[in-house]
Structure formats: structure tokens, C-alpha cells
């Protein structure tokens, strides 16, 4: 079932009840940063919609790809080094705490 949404100055109130008011959208809060599988909807959709008489070289989407991967393997190299640096504060920080003798 179709909602119908009210005329200027009208409010949901205004409508009887078996007349529904249009539902608000609701609010996305969209992505920081994209992620493999947005790249991967991304690159799919570029291969679904190119001209078929002008294809995309298969060079590029390779180095597409290479790109994405070392960046990919960067951005997991950069969190395994802050989850180490926090475990070294927290030595630190344990080892400062100790009494020492």
C-alpha cells in the first residue's frame, strides 16, 4: 500500500486515520572509508556498465587491484603495530606501577 503525502499545511494529524502519513527516511550515516567489498561492487559495476566496442584495458583493472591490495595490507600493518604499541604503554605503564625493590 502506497502512502500519500499531505498537502503544504497540512499535518499528519490533519489525516484521518486510515489515510497513513509518509514515514520519514531514515538517516544513514554513511561510511568513513570504503572497504574490499565496496571496491569490489564498485570494480563489478564498472565491467556490468563499460562499452562493449571501447573495454577497459585488463592492465588496468589489474593495477586497480595491486593498488588496492597494498593498501589493503598497509591499513592491517598500521593496526597490528598500534595493538603492539598499546601493549608496550601497558607494560610500561605495569612495570612503573611495581614496587621496586
Known amino acids: 500500500m502506497s502512502s500519500i503525502a499531505p498537502a503544504r499545511g497540512v499535518t499528519a494529524a490533519d489525516l484521518p ?15 568513513a572509508s570504503l572497504d574490499q567489498g565496496d571496491f569490489l561492487t564498485l570494480m563489478t559495476a564498472q ?13 588496468q583493472y589489474v593495477q586497480q587491484m595491486a593498488m588496492f591490495s597494498q593498501l589493503a595490507g598497509t591499513t592491517e600493518t598500521n593496526t597490528q603495530l598500534e595493538r603492539i604499541t598499546d601493549r608496550l604503554d601497558q607494560l610500561i605503564a605495569a612495570t612503573n606501577l611495581a614496587p621496586q625493590e
Open 17 to 31: 486515520s486510515a489515510i497513513p502519513a509518509q514515514p520519514k527516511a531514515p538517516n544513514r550515516d554513511p561510511k
Open 47 to 59: 565491467l556490468k556498465n563499460q562499452d562493449p566496442t571501447k573495454p577497459v584495458d585488463n592492465q
